[in-house]
């Protein structure tokens, strides 16, 4: 069945960097809209970025120039690199997969320090 499985979350200080993984079972992540969204503490869940099966990409004016999300065809795995990393992005990162049937994972939580 398909399953997206988050990972790399963490604590870091502001400035810091991190990386996300989204390891994808039962789909192609090549052949999808591949999206990254996240939730902060008393807030609703928002669009982070996403690629489509074309390459295109697309951000968040909060992350632009500081996010980037790539794919990785042989893993079968999204990536969402995050550079100079703010409080503000304090969240829950999800990973979402879209077309036909739209497939979310669990999360994981990334804590940014003052």
């Known amino acids: 069945q398909v399953q997206l499985v988050e990972s790399g979350g963490g604590l870091v200080q502001a400035g810091g960097s991190l990386r996300l993984s989204c390891a994808a079972s039962g789909i192609n992540v090549s052949r999808k809209t591949m999206g990254w969204y996240r939730q902060a503490p008393g807030k609703q869940r928002e669009f982070v970025a996403s690629?489509?099966?074309?390459?295109?990409?697309n951000y968040a004016d909060s992350v632009k120039d500081r996010f980037t999300i790539s794919r990785d065809h042989g893993k079968n795995t999204v990536y969402l690199q995050m550079n100079s990393l703010k409080p503000e992005d304090t969240a829950v990162y999800y990973c979402k997969a879209s077309g036909p049937f739209t497939t979310w994972g669990i999360g994981t939580l990334v804590t940014v320090s003052s």
């Open positions: 690629i489509t099966d074309n390459g295109r990409t």
